[in-house]
C-alpha cells in the first residue's frame, strides 16, 4: 500500500526538523518538504535550508520562487494602499505569511497530497493564516499541526530528535528574527511585556552611516521605478536597493503592538526601512495628484484590506475588487519624491509631478486666485452654509414657542 503523501511547509528551523521525523517516521507519511521564497534568503541559505531537509528523511524537497509573484500580487497593493496597520507596522510578516500559506496549499495541490502540515504552535497568528489558506485550496486534505497539538516544549523537540538521531546543537537565539524583502521582524525578552525596547544589538542592521544623504525616489503610477539616478524595470530590485541605503541609518525601526487574529495583544520589533519610507513618499506624492475623495475613499478601504490581509483573508474575492479599485486610483501618480536620509529618521522634502493639483495656473494657497471670483465665494459659501442655517433657526424658533407655552 503506498504511503500517504504530506507537504509541510518548512524553514529548516526546530519545530518543523520535529515534524518531518514526527510525521515521516512515527506517522508512516511521505514527507514532502517545501519552503517558499519571498525575498527573505540567499543561496547559500536556501541550499543550507534544502540540505538539511534531505538529511532528515523528506522524501522530497521544493524550494518555490515567489518573490516577484509576492510583489506584483500583494505587496504593490500595499503601497498604493499605504498600508500601515495601526499607522505603524508595515505588515512585514503578515502578508508575507499568508502569501507562502496559499503557495504551500497550491503545491500540495499539485502533487496530490492526502495532508498539509505546518509547524506553528498554537500562540500565534501564523496557525489561522496556515489553517485557512489549506481549507480554501484543498478543502478534502487533512491539516496536521503537531506542534501545536502535542504541545511540546523546546527541550522536548531536542530531546526527541536526538533520539532519532539528529545530532545538532539547537541554539536558541536571544533574538527571533524573521528576515523578509518587505521587512524584518525581531522579538526578544523585551517585546514580551508591554514596556522595554530592544537594545542596539538586537537589530539585524546596525548603523554605520552618521552623514545624511539626500535622494530622489522615481514613481510610475504608483510603483517606485527608480532611485536617484539609477532606474529599475522590476520594482523589487528597488526595494532591496532602497533597503540598501536606508538600512545602515537606522530608518525604519519600530515596535509594533498589534491585535492578535485569536484575540490577544502582541508586541513585536521591526525594521522595515524600505517599506516605511515607500509608503510615505507614495502617500506624499498622492496627496499632490489626487482629488480628496479619491484619498479619503484609499484611506477607508486600504485600511480595510490591511486588516483582511493581516487575518488571513488573502482569498477572499473582495481582495481582488479593492485591488481595482487601488490599481485605478494610481493612473496619475507619477513623479519625484526627495527623501533626506540620517539616522534613525527620513525627512520627505517635496515632489515633482506634471500631475501636481498645486499648479499655480489656478492660483496660489492663501494668496491670488486664477479660477474664481470673490463673488463665487460669497454666493458657494451662502448654499453651503444653507441647510445648518435653517436646522438652527428652526430649533431657535421653536424653542422660543415651547419656552413661551411653558411661562404660561
Not at 484543498?138 to 539528529?166: F, H, N
Not at 498622492?286 to 479619503?296: A, D, F
Not at 506634471?354 to 463673488?375: H, I, P, Q
Request: glycine share 10%.
Amino acid at each position: 500500500m503506498a504511503q500517504q503523501k504530506v507537504v509541510l511547509a518548512f524553514s529548516g528551523g526546530l519545530d518543523t526538523s520535529f515534524c518531518v521525523k514526527y510525521l515521516s517516521e512515527d506517522k508512516g507519511y511521505e514527507v514532502h518538504s517545501v519552503l517558499v521564497d519571498t525575498g527573505g534568503f540567499s543561496d547559500a541559505e536556501l541550499q543550507a535550508i534544502e540540505d538539511r531537509a534531505y538529511s532528515l528523511g523528506v522524501a522530497h524537497h521544493a524550494t518555490i520562487a515567489k518573490t516577484d509573484d509576492y510583489y506584483q500580487q500583494c505587496l504593490k497593493y500595499l503601497v498604493f494602499g499605504n498600508v500601515l496597520k495601526y499607522n505603524t507596522y508595515p505588515l512585514s510578516v503578515s502578508a508575507e505569511r499568508i502569501f507562502q500559506a496559499v503557495a504551500v496549499g497550491e503545491y500540495a495541490r499539485s502533487i496530490g497530497a492526502n495532508a498539509i502540515a505546518h509547524g506553528s504552535t498554537g500562540a500565534g497568528n501564523d496557525q489561522v493564516r496556515f489553517d485557512m489558506a489549506f481549507r480554501i485550496i484543498l478543502p478534502q486534505a487533512e491539516i496536521i499541526t503537531p506542534i501545536r497539538d502535542l504541545r511540546l516544549s523546546r527541550e522536548a523537540e531536542i530531546d526527541y530528535l536526538k533520539a532519532k538521531g539528529v545530532d545538532q546543537e539547537w541554539h536558541k537565539a536571544a533574538y527571533s528574527i524573521n528576515k523578509g524583502l518587505w521587512g524584518t521582524s525581531v522579538g526578544g525578552k523585551e517585546t514580551l511585556t508591554s514596556n522595554g525596547y530592544l537594545p542596539e544589538s538586537a537589530w539585524p542592521t546596525q548603523v554605520t552611516k552618521t552623514d545624511p544623504e539626500t535622494t530622489t525616489l522615481h514613481f510610475e503610477q504608483g510603483e517606485l521605478k527608480g532611485i536617484g539616478d539609477q532606474t529599475f524595470a522590476n520594482p523589487v530590485d528597488a526595494i532591496k536597493k532602497l533597503t540598501e541605503l536606508a538600512g545602515p541609518f537606522g530608518i525604519g525601526r519600530d515596535i509594533h503592538v498589534g491585535d492578535t487574529i485569536i484575540g490577544i495583544k502582541g508586541r513585536v520589533g521591526f525594521e522595515a526601512p524600505a517599506p516605511l519610507i515607500i509608503i510615505k513618499a507614495h502617500h506624499t506624492l498622492e496627496k499632490h495628484v489626487l482629488t480628496k475623495w479619491q484619498l479619503y475613499w484609499k484611506d477607508q478601504l486600504a485600511n480595510w484590506y490591511g486588516t483582511m490581509l493581516h487575518e488571513g483573508q488573502f482569498i477572499d474575492p473582495v481582495m481582488r475588487n479593492i485591488e481595482t479599485f487601488l490599481t485605478e486610483t494610481q493612473a496619475h501618480v507619477t513623479g519625484k519624491v526627495h527623501v533626506q536620509l540620517a539616522p534613525y529618521r527620513f525627512t520627505v522634502l517635496g515632489i515633482e509631478s506634471d500631475y501636481d493639483l498645486m499648479s499655480s495656473v489656478f492660483g496660489s494657497y492663501g494668496e491670488m486666485n486664477n479660477a474664481w471670483t470673490g463673488d463665487d465665494v460669497r454666493g458657494f459659501s451662502k448654499v453651503m452654509s444653507n441647510q445648518v442655517m435653517i436646522y438652527e433657526k428652526v430649533q431657535e424658533l421653536a424653542d422660543r414657542k415651547n419656552n413661551g407655552a411653558a411661562a404660561e
